[in-house]
């Protein structure tokens, strides 16, 4: 530019002058700057708190409300990517403080999976949470000598190793339970703290969490267990099935409750070991949480994970409507009022082909009344959480301590109604009875109860005419295997895991590779045989098929009688107390087939546990004098 071109303004300012405009502006930007990234900071904080305030349940309440939260982190990591070096040197921003950032966009990740069922959404988090790890942004914050840092680091630890848990990455997973382990002992030295207890508690849950679930070797090496639905788990129809199902109406899982309350079932994170179980077994396996892979999975580098670039909200943006896996609620030790507003929601939900999967893993509880009269309500039920609900504000608060819980008996409408119940004059209102679930017959429901009193929701009447089936565990277990009780129910692992608890009742826990993969074929026939038994049988109430269109269904339904079938012949089990029982009642051309014996002791003769059997299949004659 020449002398003739320049403005009167920049002929008449000298280079003090321009320097001095020059870093006023420059002061301007990074005041700006300064300001933006701290209303972006604040913003996020406030929507992230605001999160613990939404209702769990129902879907377009909250979804605007994540859409906005999601929003704002995507602006500010992007911002804060773009600007760090001015918001170190400016604003002091340190490391762990970004880490801060991708911890809680993790915890966005974490609950939008659980509020979805989608496990994309796992793989999210995972992505944030091995970030954080692998750039190290934690690792100064023991110098930094504050003990609510520490804390933040700590909770990081255990949400991480959740969704480890949850995708089968037990590599890294057991590396991670070290680390925290190292983290805690630094964490009592440094400050000797108050919650010192409870940290040493969450790693003991999460060790003897995981020693559960993988208690299975496979030459000597422990596996990790797969519960989600995989192509190769689904039999195929059998030819012909078209004709039997084609003039039925079909209903498939759209809402499903997960509740545990076993009161002292193995459990983490307010996920009991059969919780856990149950809700990947109704989820559909992705190929990115592969568990084959499990123990061969390295955590990615920062590049491919592609933190750098990835947008937040764009997997939000997804069609809601159209996920593969069905909507669940998970509630842990919840009281009658959660589950009965998480009921109530779920069932409003529901479209007209849709069904309601009630799953309930609970301490059975009887009335002990002399006179037992109405089934709804005279024979007992199951156990929910006993503190008192009008010490809860809302549906979705936090479960109560055991302290907090105990506190309240000494209330003195407690004591009346303790009282009450002593006397046998009424009934003890914190559980559920079968009376409890009549108005949700109004819908197709598939109800499971896993309890010791699971027969108390036997005979059930169906008031509406709408399709309903349950399926109800044994009420008694061998004394051999009483001391694995709080290691998670077996009629669960059936319906989760056939393989499994195939293996667990024969009392193996360490097979060679060619014997895990004999088991795996053998199942596999005898649920395919289970499923043709199903469509060629006569004797089939016609409710059952309204259910047989759904693959997760189809697949309870098929695993229900191989978990009668192996509990019929194995010598331990005598008795009908031991058997799981249904409504309506499955005839006996399934739960006492021949063909379907005779493969479950050729499954038993080629595992070298044939002993463990009865000496042959079941013939008619049997059946009078075995059930006695």
């Known amino acids: 530019m020449t002398a003739a071109g320049m403005t009167p303004t920049e002929t008449n300012t000298s280079p003090t002058d321009q320097q001095h405009l020059h870093e006023q502006q420059n002061e301007e930007y990074e005041d700006k700057v300064i300001q933006e990234f701290s209303h972006l900071l604040e913003k996020s904080k406030q929507l992230f708190n605001g999160l613990r305030d939404l209702p769990q349940y129902g879907h377009k309440q909250w979804q605007p409300y994540f859409g906005r939260t999601f929003d704002i982190y995507t602006k500010l990591w992007k911002f804060q990517q773009q600007h760090r070096v001015l918001l170190d040197k400016k604003y002091g921003l340190k490391r762990y403080q970004i880490g801060e950032i ?87 030295k440094a400050y000797d703290p108050d919650d010192s207890l409870e940290w040493q508690l969450v790693l003991n849950e999460i060790s003897s969490f995981i020693d559960v679930d993988n208690q299975l070797n496979i030459d000597h090496v422990p596996i990790t267990l797969s519960y989600r639905l995989t192509n190769s788990m689904i039999p195929a129809l059998p030819p012909g099935s ?147 609900d009008d010490t809860i504000e809302s549906p979705n608060s936090p479960p109560m301590s055991v302290t907090n ?47 010791n009193n699971s027969i108390t929701f036997q005979n059930m009447p ?12 044994p009420i008694k277990l061998p004394a051999v295997f009483h001391n694995y009780q709080n290691k998670g129910s077996l009629f669960t692992l059936f319906l989760t895991s056939p393989i499994y608890a195939f293996c667990f009742v024969c009392h193996l826990n360490d097979l060679t590779n060619e014997q895990w993969n004999l088991c795996q074929e053998h199942i596999y026939k005898i649920i395919s045989e289970i499923i043709k038994i199903f469509l060629k049988s006569k004797l089939v109430d016609s409710t059952i098929y309204h259910f047989f269109a759904d693959e997760f269904l189809r697949l309870f339904l098929a695993r229900f009688v191989f978990c009668y079938a192996v509990l019929r012949l194995h010598r331990a089990f005598k008795g009908s107390g ?43 004659a049997d059946l009078i004098t075995s059930t006695q």
């Open 578 to 620: 031991f058997y799981p029982s249904s409504q309506p009642q499955l005839s006996n051309d399934l739960l006492e087939n021949v063909q379907v014996h005779k493969m479950i002791l050729e499954l038993s003769a080629s595992l070298n546990v044939r002993q463990l059997f009865l000496e042959g299949p079941l013939t008619a």
């Open 462 to 473: 169906n008031l509406f005419g709408q399709p309903f089936i349950s399926l109800l565990s």
């Open 102 to 188: 991708a911890s809680k966009i993790g915890q966005l990740y974490y609950h939008f999976y659980i509020r979805t069922s989608e496990t994309n959404y796992l793989n999210e988090a995972f992505a944030f949470y091995s970030a954080i790890r692998s750039r190290a942004y934690y690792s100064k914050v023991n110098r930094e000598e504050k003990p609510d840092l520490m804390v933040k680091k700590l909770r990081y630890y255990a949400r991480f190793i959740v969704v480890c848990l949850l995708l089968k990455k037990t590599k890294i997973m057991r590396e991670l339970v070290r680390e925290l382990n190292r983290q805690i002992d630094e964490y009592v």
């Open 405 to 451: 819980t105990l506190a309240t008996k000494s209330s003195p409408s407690m004591n009346t109604t303790s009282a009450a119940s002593a006397t046998g004059s009424i009934k003890d209102a914190h559980n559920i009875f079968p009376g409890d679930l009549y108005p949700f017959l109004r819908k197709p429901l598939f109800l499971i109860i896993d309890s």
């Open 242 to 388: 078209e004709k039997i199902l084609s003039n039925i109406t079909m209903y498939t899982i759209e809402e499903i409750l997960i509740i545990g309350n076993y009161q002292d079932q193995i459990k983490f994170s307010e996920l009991t070991i059969d919780m856990y179980r149950m809700l990947q077994a109704v989820e559909r396996q992705t190929s990115d949480s592969s568990t084959s892979l499990d123990d061969k999975s390295t955590i990615q580098p920062p590049a491919s994970t592609n933190l750098q670039q990835r947008d937040i909200y764009n997997i939000y943006d997804g069609d809601f409507q159209n996920r593969p896996n069905p909507h669940k609620y998970l509630l842990y030790k919840p009281t009658f009022s959660q589950i009965y507003a998480f009921t109530a929601s779920a069932f409003k939900e529901l479209s007209p082909h849709g069904t309601l999967l009630l799953y309930i893993s609970a301490d059975g509880y009887d009335t002990h009344f002399k006179s037992k009269v109405e089934q709804s309500y005279d024979f007992g039920g199951v156990k929910t959480n006993n503190r008192r």
